[in-house]
């Protein structure tokens, strides 16, 4: 028995230290990736506001914050992310389970389309809401009730965008769920809800807590759904630093409210680290075509037909605006304008900003699938503090103001070694940015879910960490790997803040030439971005729905 263990020791003790040396070797091109493409853009950005003549003015953030107007700012970019993430929750989590649990006609479609809302430009969503809610808009023409430049509208807007990201995060893991453990204590003498509560809920508790995270990183930088519906009255902290940037031209200002910005959301994810670090490994999966069924009794066709309604109103309806916006024009004439040289806005037709988002997103998507699948096996690796704060970096780029990225490009990256100003990589570059945590968010739970003694059974027999990751944990998250695959592509095609900075005239994406076709008078251009978006929601849609039918292997969810 002696001898036994003194041959085992070293063995283990070499098998921790190649497992470390992995570790390191997993996390380095995210890591690179990170800090050249994020924080060196952020950093010059803060700089250039902040140091004059050489010199740090730190003394500005106390001017800044001693400021009436910001602190209201601060407080109610605060509350409203709080209440959007609460309200999101409270709406989604019964369509999670509807996806994870009941099988019906058209699932596939229907969660392609509770998909679309999330990857549609800002300014567009917040203009058919306003379409909805706002001076006679549908509610005004049928109860005289106007919801526009009040907190309910960008709530309920804010739902909107965020509805998929609990729908697919959560119902994702709850697919995997083996039912028979919260059958087995509703034998034992568990009520439904006791169960649920006691067995369940736990085990759910990692992705509800990712998607409540990713939410309201999401909310606590709104931009787009503020301007248009807040009005003058409410504005967060995203919309006060494009104010301070474009409009106002106070680059220690904004630099000020990016710091407390990146401070703020640096905070909330220390906090997320240190309470969800759990239970994912205690998860028995099971492949997800074994736990749906169709609804059974009243209680459950019900449920179903709630959810149904739920996103026929809010999701369905604001997405038919834009349509019948579209089509106003007799003949298609919007659509058909779009294939006409335009003067003012593009160099070349808008017609062109499909071909163009689209190969930026297929760009966009291999590097976010690179850099998202390495950081995700490394953070699989339970290490300490290392890994929680590599954790907390990946989901910066969410929390952190796409304008200072976008800005922070093309102070940073015009000049050698890394002259990209005029380079097309560089917009794929800053969409990868937002792809990356949606990457690590989809994988992460299934991977740790991942009995870790299959690993080490493998390490044992010889096998190197790459032969480890490709024989044991890639079989298992395939099917999740090319679900967040899909998922960053579709991120990418709706991404703006920092995009509407480094397009070039000449290579618009669909985003910012809806945008900037919104930003002119007349109708015609308005037809214009309502076709351009109508055109958005549809590529998305399709993209999605042959990423339901392509999905051949049943071990993963996102």
């Known amino acids: 028995m002696d001898l036994a263990r003194t041959e085992v020791t070293p ?64 407080w109610f970019t605060t509350w409203q992310a709080l209440a959007s993430t609460a309200l999101t929750l409270l709406i989604a989590l019964p369509g999670a389970y509807v996806f994870a649990r009941f099988e019906f006609r058209g699932k596939q479609v229907l969660r392609a389309v509770v998909t679309v809302p999330f990857v549609l430009p800002t ?144 905070a909330i994810l220390a906090v997320h680290a240190w309470t969800v670090r759990r239970r994912e490994t205690a998860l028995r999966l099971v492949a997800p075509e074994t736990t749906a069924r169709r609804p059974r009794g ?30 106003d024009a007799p003949d298609f004439g919007y659509y058909r304008a779009l294939t006409s040289d335009d003067s003012g806005i593009f160099l070349v037709p808008p017609i062109e900003a499909i071909g163009n988002s689209l190969q930026y997103a297929l760009a966009a998507t291999a590097i976010a699938v690179l850099v998202g699948g390495l950081a995700a096996a490394a953070l699989t690796r339970r290490a300490g503090r290392l890994v929680r704060g590599f954790d907390a970096l990946l989901m910066l780029p969410l929390g952190v103001s796409a304008v200072t990225v976008g800005f922070g490009f093309l102070i940073a990256l015009d000049e050698p070694p890394l002259n990209l100003r005029s380079s097309w990589i560089l917009v794929p570059l800053a969409q990868a940015l937002v792809g990356v945590p949606f990457v690590v968010r989809t994988m992460l739970p299934v991977l740790r879910a991942v009995d870790g003694r299959l690993r080490e059974a493998a390490a044992v027999l010889g096998a190197s960490p790459w032969r480890v990751w490709r024989e044991v944990d890639l079989p298992m998250v395939r099917r999740a790997l090319l679900v967040a695959a899909g998922f960053a592509f579709a991120v990418s095609l709706g991404e703006f803040g920092a995009t509407v900075f480094i397009a070039r005239p000449d290579n618009p994406t669909l985003p910012v030439a809806v945008a900037r076709l919104l930003g002119r008078a007349g109708d015609l251009n308005y037809g214009q971005a309502m076709a351009l978006s109508t055109i958005l929601m549809v590529v998305c849609a399709v993209a999605l729905l042959l990423l339901e039918r392509v999905r051949t292997d049943r071990t993963g969810e996102f």
């Open 123 to 266: 300014v567009v969503v917040g203009t058919a809401f306003l379409a909805l809610v706002g001076r006679g808009g549908l509610l005004d023409e049928l109860w005289g009730v106007r919801l526009d430049t009040t907190v309910w509208a960008i709530l309920l807007a804010h739902v909107f965008f965020n509805y998929a990201v609990v729908v697919r995060t959560v119902g994702g893991l709850w697919s995997q769920l083996d039912p028979r453990q919260e059958d087995a204590a509703r034998m034992l003498g568990a009520s439904r809800f006791a169960a649920w509560r006691k067995v369940t809920l736990p085990a759910l508790s990692p992705a509800v807590a990712a998607a409540a995270l990713m939410v309201f990183l999401f909310t606590f930088t709104s931009f787009g759904v503020v301007q248009i519906l807040g009005g003058p009255t409410f504005s967060t902290l995203e919309v006060e630093i494009y104010r301070q940037t474009s409009e106002i031209f106070d680059l220690s200002t904004a630099a000020v409210l990016t710091i407390i910005q990146f401070v703020a959301v640096g």
């Open 298 to 327: 009243g209680g459950q066709c019900a449920l179903l037909a709630g959810v149904l309604a739920t996103i026929a109103v809010l999701l369905v309806l604001p997405l038919g605006v834009l349509v019948q916006r579209s089509l």
């Open 11 to 74: 063995r283990a003790r070499k098998e921790s230290r190649r497992g470390g040396a992995a570790r390191l070797g997993l996390m380095a091109l995210p890591v690179a990736f990170f800090g050249v493409f994020f924080a060196y853009p952020v950093v010059a950005i803060v700089a250039r506001g902040l140091r004059v003549d050489g010199v740090w003015q730190f003394g500005r953030i106390g001017d800044v914050l001693a400021q009436s107007d910001i602190r209201h700012v601060l």
